[in-house]
Structure formats: structure tokens, C-alpha cells
């Protein structure tokens, strides 16, 4: 027995407000996850986009409990394979190349609105912070920073990360855990 075409109409436009939602609910944490990992803006919103077209385009009638592990699926392949494409055309000459100062403008960092007591020193030393953050996310591996944003950005178990990753999830743990260890002998400045 088929559905009345009714109640196939109203399904479909339940199902596409979902996606909406979701999709709007996701799109400015993917970019920023795009930007840190591809460091250019035009390549990050070019793969958000993408990712969210790929979504649409192949799971939308997927039940929505699984759209977030296959947009970052999505996401994170898309991501790799810019730093394919990258890798392919000699983008290391051209990224040492650039002056530091370019570099700063394609960092984007969201600003905590101002507390009750605006302390300057404590902004400063979150600033200093964030910046030497990035640059050392900077100089882990694509796979360690696929890791390292998949569990500690995203919230993914390593499950859900291994299967968003295609890797095992020993793989996970082994990435994650040098990505850690990287991360900490570079902040150690930072560190109480």
C-alpha cells in the first residue's frame, strides 16, 4: 500500500525543514573546522559547501539521527582530499612563499563577549593562547588534526571517529594521542 500523495508531500517538506535545521546548525562549526585544518577561506567554504550539497544530493532520506557522522564523513574527505589536490600541485612552495602577516588574516577566532569585569591581562594571555594553538595545529600531521577536531572538536567517540575517518579505532587512538602529545611540548608555556 502506497502513501497518499498528501502525506508523502508533507513528509518530504518535514524531512527538508530537518535537514535544514541541521544543516544550519553545523555550518559555522564545518567552516571553522575547514578553515583550520586547509588554512584558506575560499577552499573551506568550498568544501562545507560541498559537503552539505553531497549530503542532500545522496542521504537526505537517511533517518536524521545519522546525518551528523555522514556530514563529517563528508566533511573530513573533502578536507583530505584538498590536502591531496594541495600536495599534487606544489602547494608547499607557494605556502612559504607567503608572508606571516597574510597568514594572521586567514585565522579566524570567535570573541567571547566581554565579561562583567573586563580584565586586559586575561584577554591577552587567551589571545596569546589561541594563536600559539593554531600554529600548533598547524604542524600536526592531516591526520592528527582529522583526529584531534573529530574527537575534541566535534565530541565523536572514537567509534564514530574511526568510522568517519575509515581508519580503526586503534588508528584513532594512536593519532589522537601523538596529536596530544605534539599539542602539549608546544603549549608547555601555557601550562600551569
Not at 549530503?55 to 546525518?67: F, G, K, M, S
Not at 591581562?121 to 589571545?127: D, G, P
Not at 577536531?149 to 586503534?170: C, K, N, P, Y
Amino acid at each position: 500500500m502506497t502513501q497518499p500523495v498528501a502525506e508523502r508531500t508533507q513528509t518530504s517538506v518535514d524531512t527538508l525543514d530537518a535537514l535544514d535545521a541541521f544543516l544550519a546548525g553545523v555550518e559555522r562549526r564545518a567552516y571553522r573546522t575547514a578553515l583550520s585544518m586547509v588554512r584558506d577561506t575560499h577552499d573551506a567554504m568550498d568544501i562545507v559547501q560541498d559537503a552539505m550539497l553531497k549530503l542532500v544530493q545522496n542521504y537526505a532520506t537517511r533517518p536524521p539521527a545519522e546525518w551528523p557522522l555522514l556530514f563529517n564523513r563528508i566533511l573530513h574527505n573533502r578536507i583530505m582530499d584538498t590536502h591531496r589536490r594541495r600536495k599534487a600541485d606544489g602547494f608547499w612552495v607557494r605556502l612559504f612563499e607567503r608572508s606571516n602577516d597574510a597568514d594572521a588574516d586567514d585565522v579566524v577566532y570567535e570573541e567571547p563577549a566581554a565579561p562583567a569585569h573586563w580584565q586586559p591581562v586575561a584577554q591577552l594571555e587567551q589571545a596569546a593562547f589561541a594563536h600559539a594553538l593554531d600554529a600548533a595545529l598547524q604542524t600536526l600531521s592531516a591526520r592528527q588534526q582529522q583526529a584531534f577536531f573529530l574527537r575534541v572538536w566535534e565530541g565523536l567517540d572514537v567509534a564514530q571517529t574511526a568510522q568517519v575517518m575509515s581508519i580503526s579505532e586503534g588508528s584513532v587512538k594512536t593519532h589522537l594521542f601523538r596529536a596530544l602529545e605534539s599539542l602539549r611540548q608546544r603549549l608547555k608555556e601555557f601550562q600551569p
